[in-house]
């Protein structure tokens, strides 16, 4: 995606235009930002974020764990926690982690972050 393609600088105001600024991160993103694009893509997040804490749409609640943005991660893609089983390990193990019985290990998380791109820093919250 090229600059000119992206939407202006601006305070967003509504969900199309919060929907188009997220379209033009993900499409960043996916190109490759070029050092050129970096500011631009930097302040562009910071306007996602300011709309995303005033809409509510944020988890900003400290006792929010793994298992929560995991389940919020499958409940936003429409995907069934039997999609963690390549990810995580054989269905009894995905039962124990999502019903926190389990931790999960360094190397899951880093199968998580691989696969759904969830930050690091949330799936370390256990």
Do not use: C
């Amino acid at each position: 995606m090229k600059l000119q393609d992206t939407p202006r600088l601006k305070i967003i105001e509504n969900d199309k235009e919060y929907d188009e600024a997220l379209e033009a991160i993900k499409s960043l993103m996916d190109s490759g930002v070029a050092e050129e694009n970096e500011d631009y893509l930097e302040v562009l997040s910071l306007l996602v974020e300011k709309f995303e804490e005033e809409a509510g749409y944020k988890l900003v609640d400290e006792n929010v764990d793994a298992v929560d943005i995991i389940s919020y991660y499958l409940s936003e893609h429409s995907l069934p926690q039997k999609s963690l089983v390549p990810i995580l390990g054989p269905a009894s193990r995905v039962s124990e982690i999502m019903n926190r019985k389990r931790k999960l290990s360094l190397t899951q998380i880093e199968n998580l972050h691989n696969q759904f791109k969830i930050p690091y820093d949330l799936l370390m919250r256990q």
